[in-house]
């Protein structure tokens, strides 16, 4: 039997560590007990949309793709663009799932790369469903952002 030492100094594991998280292990974005209780809850009324204030930051979901289903694990990638005479905020930014509101910001963030550019994160976990995900941002003049993004996971 042979035995190799593999050393790695401690920032390199930790760097290893932290790109193997980001591309290729998956994790849960949401779990089947989640998606069960939003199921089992009634949808409120629809109420009118609010407008946006003008000059909000724009969000912009490039992945996952809302036209078609996907599988998970899903890739996740979202740009953030600040009106004129503004900057985007990173640590404004919140993802809520369904009717409910559940708030899975820290989730995402955790798995995720944030800045003022957007988000972007791999190999989440979602089970086979519809979903729709609230997304907020502000920019340095207070104004927020909404974008409701819906896919499904086949």
């Known amino acids: 039997?042979?035995?190799?030492?593999l050393m790695l100094t401690v920032s390199g594991a930790f760097a290893f560590i932290c790109a193997e998280t980001r591309r290729g292990f998956a994790w849960t974005l949401l779990t089947t007990e989640e998606v069960?209780?939003?199921?089992?809850?009634?949808p409120p009324k629809e109420e009118p949309a609010l407008a946006a204030p003008v000059g909000a930051p724009v969000i912009e979901v490039l992945e996952p793709d809302s036209s078609r289903?996907?599988?998970?694990p899903v890739n996740i990638r979202i740009r953030f663009r600040a009106q004129q005479g503004a900057t985007i905020d990173p640590a404004t930014f919140r993802a809520k799932y369904g009717w409910l509101g559940l708030d899975i910001t820290g989730r995402l963030i955790g798995h995720a790369k944030i800045d003022a550019a957007g988000v972007s994160a791999d190999n989440a976990e979602i089970p086979a469903g519809h979903?729709?995900?609230?997304?907020?941002i502000a920019d340095s003049l207070g104004r927020v952002g909404t974008r409701a993004l819906e896919f499904t996971i086949a």
């Open 69 to 72: 289903p996907i599988k998970a």
């Open 131 to 136: 979903y729709m995900v609230t997304l907020q």
């Open 36 to 42: 069960s209780e939003e199921t089992k809850a009634q």
């Open 1 to 5: 039997m042979h035995r190799r030492k």
